[in-house]
């Protein structure tokens, strides 16, 4: 895998060579990916599994058409095959009205953030092995656990590195560690599984072992004796966990190309009041650490941080360049794309922020209710809005949890969720999305 500094040398070259071959337009991105997996079982070492692999990505334009090739050979006669394939399939490719780079006046210049997204760490497969070991026997040795489907640490590291034909060139590294348990408890016919997992850029973020494996076994444990709900419409509240779901919906659907193609449930609401007004939601890509950090876009333009919802309104809609011209809008920074395709949009680290009241504050006002740990499958029609999962948790009875159910269906439209959205004050900054404790009112739910 190249460092930095080759992969934009790399980069730039074919981008040179893509001119040369007659394009009128080119970029090219580099991806380089290293990394180190253990995964243990019962005690046992299971796998141990190490994977590097770099992959370049050219699109070259003639006029509005354009072709995109890729190869993970990055030698000297793949490169020039690869500029000729390329050269000859946007001669044939259909003209694209809204294709192109990016604004050059809109490229990042100066010194990009620094989002602290690589540690420099590279633990060795024995450190990781052993931590697998210690997750697994913390979780297995919570009383009544009985059996374990394996516990796992990972560690790798990413270069990204981008060059176009309009001057841009600039690349990034970032680390990245996880770990996870999961455990079955129970016999016979009460057997419920359950997992506790990390993720983080710095491998000194990373819980301890002890936690890991306790969570993860205390979860499954607190799911024993699930039962059946009586079927109604009542309060839900989403546990951090899965709450992020919410929100990944919406970002969805303040996509440009959804917008473009009239496949957004949200299209038409771009002033109403979609949220209490408490509620605001934000993309932050210069997070020092963050998950989705990076300085630049998939088309090379500067990130920044951004209200997506604010006084409980959208703010507009994430934007890479080509949709952008179709819309007539500006691009936004949010251009997101792999090596082997035109860019899309998406967002970084997303937090739905902090309300005032806790969890226990707010599962007290709920009478009777359901407090959701597991969503099964997707049903969500992005069209219409219409939300139907199955999931497992815990009943809300008088304002405490009490008894584990499962098999359940929640059903209601994410408009009229929103509407009703009340966040708890307990936000951790754990995923590449972040959500507290959130209650929906009114929710339809199926049982028994």
Not at 241 to 257: P, T, Y
Not at 319 to 332: I, Y
């Amino acid at each position: 895998m190249l460092n930095v500094k080759e992969a934009e040398a790399r980069a730039a070259r074919l981008v040179e060579a893509a001119t040369k071959a007659g394009a009128d337009a080119a970029d090219v991105l580099y991806v380089g990916d290293a990394s180190t997996g253990v995964q243990v079982r019962l005690g046992a070492l299971e796998d141990v599994e190490r994977s590097e692999g770099e992959t370049i990505g050219l699109r070259f334009f003639i006029g509005r058409r354009s072709a995109t090739i890729s190869s993970s050979d990055l030698s000297d006669d793949a490169m020039t095959a690869l500029v000729d394939r390329a050269a000859a399939m946007a001669r044939e490719a259909p003209e694209d009205p809204w294709a192109g780079l990016a604004p050059q006046d809109r490229l990042l210049t100066g010194p990009g953030p620094d989002v602290e997204g690589d540690d420099g760490r590279d633990p060795s497969p024995v450190e990781l092995k052993e931590r697998a070991f210690a997750i697994e026997d913390a979780a297995r040795a919570v009383a009544g656990v009985t059996n374990s489907e394996g516990a796992g640490v990972s560690a790798g590291r990413s270069v990204i590195a981008l060059a176009t034909s309009h001057g841009f060139c600039r690349g990034y590294s970032t680390s990245g560690y996880s770990a996870s348990a999961s455990v079955i408890a129970g016999t016979g016919g009460d057997m419920q599984r359950d997992y506790e997992s990390h993720s983080v850029r710095h491998y000194a973020d990373l819980d301890s072992d002890e936690l890991i494996g306790r969570r993860a076994g205390e979860k499954a444990v607190r799911r024993l004796g699930s039962g059946k709900i009586d079927s109604g419409v009542m309060p839900v509240i989403f546990d951090p966990r899965v709450g992020g779901g919410l929100v990944g919906s919406l970002i969805d659907a303040i996509k440009g190309a959804a917008i473009a193609r009239g496949t957004s449930f949200l299209i038409g609401r771009e002033d109403e009041a979609l949220f209490p007004q408490a509620i605001r939601i934000v993309d932050d890509p210069h997070r020092r650490r963050g998950l989705r950090s990076k300085p630049f876009d998939g088309e090379g333009l500067p990130t920044a941080p951004r209200d997506l919802v604010r006084d409980g309104r959208i703010t507009g809609w994430l934007m890479d360049s080509a949709t952008a011209r179709q819309l007539n809008l500006e691009p936004t920074g949010h251009a997101s794309r792999g090596v082997g395709g035109s860019p899309g949009a998406s967002a970084t680290n997303v937090a739905l922020l902090p309300g005032e009241v806790s969890p226990d504050e707010l599962i007290a006002e709920v009478k009777l209710g359901l407090y959701v740990t597991e969503l099964i499958g997707q049903g969500v029609n992005p069209v219409t809005g219409d939300y139907s999962r199955g999931a497992s948790g815990f009943v809300i009875e008088n304002g405490a949890i009490t008894r584990p159910v499962q098999e359940i269906t929640i059903a209601s439209n994410l408009i009229d969720m929103y509407r009703t959205l009340v966040a708890a004050s307990d936000l951790e900054y754990r995923r590449g999305t972040n959500v507290p404790t959130l209650r929906v009112e009114g929710m339809t739910v199926a049982g028994a």
